[in-house]
């Protein structure tokens, strides 16, 4: 009896020459619907599914290879006495290779405008249970998944065997396919769900991720590390597009989105205000507003321009040709943007290693809210800490009311300060940042490098804290430097110190309720 191949393929890339592989080596080929008739068209002898099982096609498709003359010639085992009989007694023959990819529900579900029921018409049923049925008797069943598997295997058919090490790294392939496949499913349709009430891990879902390998980078953070890009191709990242320059690299990814998360509190595309900020090791250096996005770069860089040298930028308007000036004056490493108009992209191409991003504000919208972060052996997830500032909740603590301007300021560093690491301390004045104070051991060191930063500008700034303040040391500090106004949680046991030192040295203090901790 000859060997029987089934081939059942929505991809139908290297289809012809696979078929036609088999075919020279002695196979009869069994395929259904639209795999039968490019078989056909191609002009090779082919057995519709349907004329196999004697079982026609049903429900529009949705039936059609879910039939005891599949399943039983895929499953049988070849070396099992009971299972050959009960073939022969069923009068179905032994199914040798299955050929199978999926329907492309990751493709349909692409488009977030697609309809929810052609998503669902895109769910393979029969597909998968024959992929799986074949790996799981791989010892006695090829199974292809992929049209990058077709040339290896055919090298090996014609060799003359196929070596269980195959068999079995292709089975592996096939339920990491099936594995991948019902993990976009499930994901797809949970976004689509009201997010359950999780009161403790055993009532929580367990992760499941299915984000495809975008690129290889050429190392981690270090030389020596390996690295690899993964991400969903229509959201957040994943959407980006490279305009220039050369190869994205881990540390670059990270900065960008670091800079990104700083430069959105002011929005992002139309109708945001313009800002823009410098990122270093993952910490603004610096950060502003403008009148339109020229200035606010141009802002952004006096800030700090000696730690701007090799930055990355993220600037939350279109970058015209005012802006690109700016960002060839001096050595940058990554900018982000919601575009780049003609002018601005003919001139910054002159900077050939300078990487220019694309980022459509939509595809933010598409990313999912979980942040994950890995440690050894596990996964934190927490939610993203982006939520608009809420002013309306803030209270006045000091005897000093701030004025309208201090309070525009507060805002701002505020919204500075929750993207600097943990302890934070940032300083600022008319929207432009002063001097920042990140990642130290304790408060009052990150105060001194902040205001050391601002120097002689700290006089009439104001300064906003990630966490509370358990002294009324750093509020002492600040005053003495021409501080006039001080954010901050608040809730230490110790807050009427710090309150205490604001009414004796004149300065109004405000306190949010919400802390920023970024570690």
């Known amino acids: 009896m000859a060997p029987t191949a089934l081939l059942s393929v929505s991809n139908k890339e290297g289809l012809v020459p696979l078929a036609e592989g088999l075919l020279e080596a002695g196979y009869q080929l069994i395929s259904s619907g639209g795999t039968a008739a490019t078989l056909k068209a191609a002009g090779l002898a082919v057995t519709k599914v349907a004329e196999h099982t004697g079982a026609p096609e049903i429900l529009g498709g949705r039936v059609k290879t879910l039939h005891p003359r599949i399943h039983g010639g895929i499953l049988a085992r070849r070396s099992e006495l009971s299972h050959q009989a009960d073939l022969e007694a069923q009068g179905i ?7 199978v990819n999926l329907y492309p529900f990751r493709e349909t579900v692409a488009n977030p405008e ?33 049209p990058s598997q077709y040339s290896p295997f055919l090298e090996a058919l014609r060799a003359g065997a196929i070596s269980a090490d195959l068999r079995r790294q292709l089975a592996l392939e096939a339920f990491q396919h099936t594995a991948s496949y019902d ?6 349709l949970a976004a689509r769900l009201p997010a359950p009430v999780e009161t403790s891990p055993a009532a929580a879902a367990p992760l499941r991720l299915e984000l495809p390998a975008r690129q290889s980078l050429r190392y981690g953070e ?5 690295a690899i890009w993964h991400s969903e191709p229509a959201a957040g990242w994943g959407a980006a597009v490279q305009l220039q320059g050369k190869e994205l690299s881990y540390n670059n990814l990270i900065d960008l989105d670091a800079a990104l998360a700083t430069v959105r509190e ?16 993952t910490n603004p250096c610096g950060l502003a507003i403008g009148h339109n996005g020229a200035a606010a770069l141009s802002r952004a860089l006096d800030a700090d321009r000696l730690s701007a040298f090799g930055g990355i930028v993220a ?6 040709l005012a802006t690109a000036e700016l960002l060839t004056s001096l050595f940058l490493e990554c900018v982000v943007a919601p575009g780049f108009d003609g002018p601005a992209s003919e001139l910054l191409a002159s900077k050939a ?34 939520q608009p500032v ?14 309208a301007q201090e309070l525009d300021d507060l805002s701002f560093a505020w919204k500075l300060a929750r993207h600097v690491r943990s302890n934070a301390i940032t300083v600022a004045k008319d929207g432009q940042s002063l001097g920042i104070g990140a990642g130290q051991m304790n408060r009052v060191g990150s105060a001194r490098l902040a205001l050391e930063a601002a120097g002689v500008r700290a006089r009439g700034a104001v300064l906003a804290s990630d966490g509370f303040f358990p002294f009324d040391d750093t509020v002492r500090l600040a005053a003495g430097q021409g501080i006039t106004a001080v954010i901050q949680p608040g809730g230490s046991v110790r807050d009427a110190d710090s309150i205490a030192a604001c009414n004796a040295l004149g300065l109004a203090m405000v306190v949010t309720g919400r802390r920023h901790f970024l570690h």
């Open 114 to 146: 697609v309809a929810f029921d052609t998503a669902i018409e895109n769910i393979d049923i029969g597909g998968p249970a024959m992929v799986r049925a074949a790996a799981k008797n791989h010892a006695d069943v090829v199974v292809l998944t992929s």
């Open 390 to 403: 809420d002013g309306a909740a803030w209270q006045v603590v000091s005897e000093r009311q701030p004025t």
């Open 93 to 99: 023959e032994p199914i040798d290779v299955v050929v």
């Open 266 to 281: 002011f929005g992002y595309g139309p109708g945001a205000q313009p800002a823009a900020v410098v990122v270093k090791h």
């Open 315 to 320: 600037i939350n308007c279109v970058v015209d």
């Open 183 to 188: 993990t976009a499913i499930s994901s797809w």
């Open 353 to 386: 290693n300078l990487r220019l991003l694309e980022l459509d504000p939509a595809a933010i919208g598409r990313a999912s809210r979980r942040q994950l972060r890995t440690l050894l052996g596990g996964v934190l997830v927490q939610e993203l800490d982006d």
């Open 222 to 226: 270090n030389p020596h590390q390996q």
